[in-house]
């Protein structure tokens, strides 16, 4: 069964930094794009950006690039997203979603839970 | 670069037929077969329910339909139930440099 399990939900201060991940289980992890989507409170998605965890290859939307790092450990099958410098406005749920096939094609066949980033003083 | 235009909401009485549009440019949706439209339940993760424009993934009931005209494309769900009451997200590439847009999102209420 394929799954993707996301780190709990963080509460952090302005201007701290975070990690949070994105385990992949139940298929061949190195040969499937990872999208992570930010979904802010009461709002739609947002494409942040993908990698290839066969070599880390990696495209990011124009909006976040700078703000956030897109990485992945193939040798343990998982993905993150990190912030050096967090903003009250980058509270959110952050969703990983494995692409079904090529980058051009926005097919999410298989997501995570979600993980809850609250940023407050 | 905007999200793609979808109505906020639509609704339906059980049995009856809906249709979600979803309006881009030539850049994505009227572009490219590559739209998908997500569902998405309160307080949980996004489901793929149509990709490539009409295509159904696995285990998706034949009541969700896709295509598309133009720079429109449209999601319509049959003989509507009240499982079916949800946020529906459609997405497209875009040959901008973001690759992927997402539309803002409608409230389909099954009365």
């Known amino acids: 069964e394929v799954q993707l399990v996301q780190s709990g939900a963080e509460v952090k201060k302005p201007g701290e930094s975070l990690k949070i991940s994105c385990k992949g289980s139940?298929?061949?992890?190195?040969?499937?794009?990872i999208a992570w989507v930010r979904q802010m409170p009461g709002k739609g998605l947002e494409w942040m950006g993908i990698i290839y965890p066969g070599d880390s290859d990696s495209r990011y939307n124009p909006s976040f690039q700078g703000q956030v790092s897109i990485s992945a450990d193939k040798s343990i099958n998982t993905a993150y997203l990190q912030w050096s410098s967090l903003k009250a406005s980058d509270t959110a749920v952050y969703y990983c979603?494995?692409?079904?096939?090529?980058?051009?094609?926005?097919?999410?066949?298989?997501w995570g839970q979600g993980t809850l980033v609250t940023v407050s003083s | 670069q905007s999200a793609l235009t979808q109505p906020a909401s639509v609704s339906g009485s059980p049995g009856q037929s809906i249709t979600i549009s979803c309006t881009g440019t030539?850049?994505?949706?009227?572009?490219?077969?590559?739209v998908s439209w997500y569902q998405q339940h309160p307080g949980k993760a996004p489901k793929l329910m149509i990709y490539d424009v009409s295509n159904r993934p696995s285990g998706v009931s034949n009541r969700f339909s896709g295509s598309k005209s133009g720079n429109t494309a449209s999601l319509t769900i049959s003989g509507l139930q009240a499982e079916d009451e949800a946020d529906y997200y459609c997405s497209s590439f875009t040959s901008s440099s973001t690759y992927v847009i997402f539309g803002g999102g409608t409230k389909l209420t099954v009365l």
């Open positions: 979603s494995r692409l079904r096939s090529i980058p051009t094609r926005p097919d999410y066949d298989y």
């Open positions: 030539s850049s994505d949706v009227g572009g490219y077969n590559f």
């Open positions: 139940g298929y061949s992890f190195t040969t499937y794009w």
